[in-house]
C-alpha cells in the first residue's frame, strides 16, 4: 500500500533527530527523511524512534548541557552513516553508548579534513554548504569555533570557512541556516591524501560479529568462535590480510576507544549479521561513513524474521537497509570461507 504522501511526494516536516525544519515522506512501511544536517535516512517508528528529539527531552535525567552533548553525539552518528549516500539508510538508534564523546581535538581536525576533501569535487572548488558542529565530533557551537581556530592557525584551511554574519546562528537550536564555505590548503590536502593513504596500505581487517561460544543448532546459534577460526580467519588471511577481532568485547554501555581506532586502521570490514547484534550493525555502519568495503555474511537462518504461533517475533531477521545488499548466506564454515574467499578478492582491491 501507498502512503498518501508517497503519492505527493516529499512534505515540509521536522527532522526527528535534530529538529530542525526536513521534508519527509512516507514510503510503504518506513518514513524517509531528507534532513540538511541528519541527511538522508528512514525509520520504521518515528516517534517511538530511541533518537526521538522530544521523547529523549522528555526522559532526560541530566543537566541541559548534557543533553545537547548527546543530541550532537546522536547527530554525528547519524551524519556519518548517511553522509555521502545516495540512498536512506535506515537509522535503528541501538548505538548510542557505542562513540565516546565529544572527539578529541586529532580526531576532530581528521573528520574536517575527511568531510571536506569529499565534498570538494577538487582542490581550489567553491561551494557552499550548511554544516553542523556534530558534523566533526564537536561537543557544542564553542568546540566548533576553537576547532575552526585550530584548523587555521594550523593552516589546515585557506580563509575563513563561515560568512561573518551568520557567526551567531550556529548552535544546536539554531533558528536560520549556517552557509558555509569548506576550504582546505595544500597542507589540508596533504593531509586528506595521508588519510586515504593511511587506509589504502592497510593490511588489516575488522571483523564486526556475535561473541557466541555455545553452540544450539535447535535454536539456530552456531558456535561463532569457531566460525572465526573456521571460515573467517582463512579467507581473510588467504587474501593476504590480518584479522582483527576484539573478542569479548561487550558492546551495550561500554565505551570503545580500542574498536574505533582499530575500524580507523583498517582496510575493510567484514560483517557477520548472525545473531542480530546491535553492536555489528554499528561497526559495519561506521566502517561504511569512512568509506572502507563493508563485506556482509549471515547464517541462512538469520535472514527472516521468525515467529511462534502467537506471532510474536522470536527471532529477529536481518535490518532492512542491509538485507538488498549482496549478502553471502551461509551455512556451514567450509562454505562460507569459500564464498567468502572469493568476495574479498573481488571486492578489496
Ligand atoms: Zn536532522
Redesign the pocket.
Known amino acids: 500500500m501507498c502512503g498518501i504522501n508517497e503519492l505527493l511526494g516529499f512534505a515540509p516536516g521536522i527532522?526527528e533527530?535534530?529538529g530542525?525544519e526536513?521534508e519527509f515522506c512516507i514510503h510503504g512501511e518506513f518514513y524517509e527523511f531528507r534532513?540538511p544536517?541528519?541527511g538522508n535516512f528512514s525509520t520504521p517508528n518515528p516517534g517511538k524512534h530511541p533518537y526521538n528529539l522530544s521523547l529523549r527531552r522528555q526522559n532526560h535525567q541530566g543537566t541541559k548541557e548534557e543533553f545537547d552533548i548527546e543530541t550532537a553525539k546522536i547527530i554525528y552518528l547519524v551524519h556519518k552513516k548517511t553522509f555521502g549516500r545516495n540512498d536512506y539508510p535506515l537509522i535503528t538508534g541501538d548505538d548510542l553508548n557505542i562513540v565516546k564523546y565529544p572527539l578529541s581535538l586529532s580526531e576532530q581536525i581528521d573528520e574536517y579534513v575527511l568531510w571536506a576533501g569529499k565534498l570538494l569535487k577538487y582542490p581550489g572548488n567553491d561551494i557552499k554548504t550548511q554544516i553542523h558542529e556534530a558534523f566533526f565530533g564537536c561537543a557544542n557551537a564553542d568546540n566548533f569555533w576553537y576547532l575552526l581556530d585550530v584548523l587555521e592557525q594550523e593552516k589546515i584551511i585557506t580563509k575563513k570557512l563561515l560568512d561573518v554574519d551568520d557567526f551567531e546562528k550556529l548552535s544546536l537550536t539554531r533558528d536560520g541556516a549556517l552557509n558555509c564555505y569548506p576550504t582546505l590548503s595544500k597542507k589540508g590536502w596533504d593531509k586528506f591524501d595521508e588519510l586515504n593513504r593511511r587506509k589504502i596500505e592497510s593490511k588489516q581487517a575488522f571483523v564486526a560479529m556475535w561473541y557466541n561460544d555455545k553452540e544450539d543448532l535447535k535454536q539456530a546459534k552456531p558456535n561463532m568462535m569457531n566460525v572465526y577460526t573456521q571460515a573467517l580467519e582463512p579467507a581473510i588471511k588467504n587474501n593476504g590480510y590480518e584479522a582483527c577481532v576484539l573478542n569479548q568485547i561487550e558492546h551495550v554501555n561500554d565505551i570503545n576507544d580500542e574498536m574505533i581506532s582499530q575500524i580507523r586502521k583498517s582496510k575493510f570490514l567484514v560483517a557477520d549479521l548472525t545473531g542480530y547484534r546491535g553492536g555489528v550493525y554499528w561497526e559495519a555502519g561506521f566502517a561504511y561513513g569512512l568509506g572502507l568495503p563493508v563485506i556482509y555474511t549471515c547464517h541462512k537462518s538469520w535472514l527472516k524474521p521468525e515467529y511462534n504461533d502467537n506471532n510474536e517475533i522470536i527471532r529477529e531477521g536481518v535490518h532492512f537497509d542491509v538485507e538488498h545488499r549482496n549478502m553471502i548466506l551461509w551455512d556451514n564454515v567450509e562454505e562460507l570461507k569459500v564464498k567468502l574467499e572469493r568476495r574479498i578478492a573481488a571486492v578489496v582491491i
Do not use: G
Open positions: 527532522c533527530i535534530c530542525n526536513c534532513c544536517f541528519c
